[in-house]
């Protein structure tokens, strides 16, 4: 989360080193974790389906460590990056996706429903936009608490197309609510192209309709993801209203596991992996093959031990099934 040492160099003129070396290192145990629960699923050990975030691991480092411990994040389903960089712990996460008691949803949520309430972390959410109402509930109770907080909502282009998309920013809008509004345009709704589905080059064109901040960046890039956020959060916290960020990146993976990629071409798919966000940031860090390396190697070493972890948690018990059902 945000802050920094008046003593220490700023990576991009706004990062300290520090945090910018930690958040290379979660970008890497981000995609390890990704790679990881990918095989667990072919072997039949993670249940449910799940949506991965491989190749866009720079928004996630850059906007969440841009916010405060007290902000509020309404994740998606594709959020296993966010979840991490919100502070997630990697063997509860593990056990969450394993269905194990020892889970932040007591192995109830899964990949798509995972949530930790207790710092912040509101939850992903399965249906396609279904997160952005709920935005406006949260932005306007920090409202009549008078807090300071923010709420930094993620979602997909194709989710700027959902009705609850313009209703929820218009009530932003509207009541200067401190909530930030984070496309992740990957460049495909499960199959359908961005250039097929929108008569307008870029989401963050729609911000004006509604009379709030729109822009429309790097989302490969974390110094330029973080410093969108920092000043989104800052005009939020001073009654400035809602902004809304479109991040341009690309997932390398498909929609989900039974996405059969038909809709495009693998030259594609290896031009965006060529920007790859991680090696990328390596690169601004001054970080070199080998040092990759053993950053890589401590990544796998800790989601191993998250999988130990998971594996010899226990299964949840039967006769509580019902717990926890509230419809």
Known sequence: MAGNSKNEKLIGGILPESKARDLLYKMVLTRTFEENAEEMYALGKV??????????????????PALKKSDYLLNTHRGHGHFLMWGGDLNRMMAEFMGKEAGYCRGRGGSMHIADVESNNLGAQGIV???LPI???????????KTDQV????FGDGASNEGAFHESLNMAAIWDLPVIYLCENNQYAMSMAFERAFRIEQVSERAAAYGMVGLTIDGNDVIAVYKAVSEAAERARKGNGPTLIEAVTYRWRGHSKSDRQLYRTREEVKEWMEKDPIQRFAKVLGVNEAQMKE?????????????????????PDVSTILEGIYA
Do not use: W
């Not at 709420?151 to 993620?154: G, I, K, R, W, Y």
């Open 47 to 64: 249940h449910g389906t799940m949506h991965l975030s491989i190749g866009q691991e720079a928004i996630a480092a850059g906007s969440s």
């Open 129 to 131: 936009a279904g997160n």
């Open 135 to 145: 935005s406006v509930g949260v932005g306007l109770s920090i409202q009549m608490r």
């Open 151 to 154: 709420v930094l909502t993620l």
């Open 295 to 315: 950053i890589q190697a401590q990544a796998k070493e800790d989601i191993r031990k998250a999988v130990e972890f998971a594996e010899a948690s226990p299964e």
